[in-house]
Nanobody
């Protein structure tokens, strides 16, 4: 079955960096667009970044452009989110997502940006 497992979250000071990973299994990873979402307390889940299949085309939310970078390693069935210049407003649970016949989500990883 489809499984997505996020890791790499934690507590970081403003201006710091983190790299999130999402290990995928149960489907042909290289054939699907992968997405990162986040959900802050009291807010709706929002799309942060996406990366297409072989061409690796990327899109970003305006709030993270120039600071976050999504990448994928099809040999490792893993998608990454490099987060730089983190701000307190980036605090959220970050989720990995793939849409096959329906959407699948990982369990999420908490990112807290605070001094």
């Amino acid at each position: 079955q489809v499984q997505l497992a996020e890791s790499g979250g934690g507590l970081v000071q403003p201006g710091g960096s983190l790299r999130l990973s999402c290990a995928a299994s149960g489907f042909t990873f290289s054939g699907y667009t992968m997405r990162w979402y986040r959900q802050a307390p009291g807010k709706e889940r929002e799309l942060v970044a996406s990366i297409t299949t072989f061409s690796g085309g990327t899109t970003y939310a305006d709030s993270v452009k120039g600071r976050f970078f999504i990448s994928r390693d099809n040999a490792k069935n893993t998608v990454y989110l490099q987060m730089n210049s983190l701000k307190p407003e980036d605090t959220a649970v970050y989720y990995c997502n793939v849409v096959l016949l329906r959407g699948y989500w990982g369990q999420g990883t908490q990112v807290t940006v605070s001094s």
